[in-house]
């Protein structure tokens, strides 16, 4: 169902009424209502807005986190002999 306001009454207390003709009008001041688009011009800027500041933040993690496995794949090729045996042996 779309949404119907009044532009002259408070949001809180709009009850929508229709009459024989179909058309909806308000029940507290008996205006017309008009129909409220679902998605209007406004709605799509500010996704867009919120897109460009939050994706590059999450791309940002992400190029971090695949970097990050890359060096630690190289890092752990060797076999690396443990710091105990080594200062065992200088114990010697």
Same mark, same amino acid.
């Given at each position: 169902? &779309?949404?119907?306001?009044?532009?002259?009454? @408070?949001?809180?207390?709009?009850?929508?009424?229709? @009459?024989?003709?179909?058309?909806?009008?308000?029940?507290?001041?008996? @205006?017309?209502?008009?129909?409220?688009?679902?998605?209007?011009? =406004? =709605?799509?800027?500010?996704?867009?807005?919120?897109?460009?500041?939050?994706?590059?933040?999450?791309?940002?993690?992400?190029?971090?986190?695949?970097?990050?496995? @890359?060096?630690? =794949?190289?890092?752990?090729?060797?076999?690396?002999?443990?710091?105990?045996?080594? &200062?065992?042996?200088?114990?010697?």
């Amino acid at each position: 169902m &779309s949404k119907y306001f009044c532009p002259f009454c @408070d949001p809180k207390y709009q009850f929508p009424r229709k @009459d024989n003709n179909g058309n909806v009008y308000c029940s507290l001041c008996g @205006d017309y209502m008009f129909k409220e688009p679902t998605i209007n011009f =406004k =709605k799509i800027i500010a996704f867009f807005l919120s897109l460009a500041f939050i994706l590059p933040i999450i791309l940002v993690f992400l190029f971090n986190s695949f970097n990050g496995l @890359d060096n630690k =794949k190289n890092k752990n090729t060797k076999p690396a002999i443990s710091t105990s045996m080594i &200062s065992v042996k200088s114990l010697i």
